[in-house]
């Protein structure tokens, strides 16, 4: 079993900046993959961005891109997406998700922590 806590949502304005965390443990391998994805009102699960424990070689989705920076301290099984230049259209409940290999396919992960609000004003 791998628990995932999310933290660091909030609201804040068009341009402005944020900085979500999510704390894994449990039984965690350093092989595993680390993914954020986003869900907003309506609208199907989709991914952020990816990142491995022991291979920093992120992956973003192309919405995201520039703008996002997912990154991971391994010591603190904790993983970072830094969120720059915020747009409304990134409104949204975030989850963190651990799988076996990065990948935008929502149902290749199989845990996932509760969600953190996002919300973008204009």
């Known amino acids: 079993q791998v628990q995932l806590v999310e933290s660091g949502g909030g609201l804040v304005q068009t341009g402005g900046s944020l900085r979500l965390s999510c704390a894994a443990s449990?039984?965690?391998?350093?092989?595993?993959?680390m993914a954020w994805f986003r869900q907003a009102p309506g609208k199907e699960r989709e991914f952020v961005a990816g990142i491995r424990w022991s291979v920093d070689i992120p992956q973003y989705a192309d919405s995201v891109k520039g703008r996002c920076t997912i990154s991971s301290d391994n010591a603190k099984k904790t993983v970072y997406l830094q969120m720059n230049n915020l747009k409304p259209e990134d409104t949204a409940i975030y989850y963190c998700?651990?799988?076996?290999?990065?990948?935008?396919?929502?149902?290749?992960?199989?845990?996932w922590g509760q969600g953190t609000q996002v919300t973008v004003s204009s």
């Open positions: 998700a651990t799988g076996r290999f990065i990948t935008p396919n929502r149902y290749e992960y199989h845990y």
């Open positions: 449990g039984r965690t391998f350093s092989s595993d993959a």
